[in-house]
């Protein structure tokens, strides 16, 4: 195989993993089998990112990942993948959406973890980050997806 064919070959996969991720992160009722398979493609996906991706594509990955292990209440993990995302952005100056949700992955780790004071700090980066989202829609999606980082205590 030669290198333009395995790269994009890695970009498929990359594209359908993500892709079948977060149709998963989507659905309500997932059954354990399809937690383990949420948890597989997300790592997939990122996998084969970085192997025929760009830094972006890293970052986009990292937080899905983070975000898969938030929602199966698995905290530390989701801040390892949060901080390397929110790592990338910084690293590689990515703003917009992409720097805003790294700070989202964070915050939504943090509330998962349970420390309240290291997720406010990270909301209130992630909205001040919001301020810089260049389109309308996306700004919107955001912030709802931010206003959705709550502990159970106080939700």
Not at 20 to 48: C, G, N, P, V, Y
Not at 101 to 127: D, N, W
Request: proline share 1%; with cysteine.
């Amino acid at each position: 195989m030669d290198k333009f064919t395995k790269d994009k070959w890695h970009r498929k996969q990359a594209v359908e993993n993500f892709n079948k991720t977060w149709d998963l992160i989507e659905k309500k009722d997932r059954t354990k089998e399809e937690d383990l398979e949420m948890i597989h493609t997300a790592h997939a996906s990122r996998f084969h990112w970085g192997l025929a991706g760009t830094p972006l594509n890293y970052a986009r990955g990292e937080w899905q990942i983070s975000r898969v292990y938030s929602l199966l209440k698995m905290g530390d993990s989701a801040l390892l993948h949060g901080e390397r995302s929110l790592d990338l952005c910084l690293q590689n100056n990515f703003g917009d959406f992409d720097l805003a949700f790294a700070y989202e992955a964070v915050a939504r780790a943090y509330m998962v973890i349970g420390e309240e004071a290291k997720m406010e700090e990270y909301i209130s980066l992630a909205s001040k980050s919001a301020e810089n989202i260049a389109k309308k829609d996306d700004k919107e999606y955001f912030i709802s997806e931010l206003n959705s980082i709550k502990l159970r205590s106080k939700a």
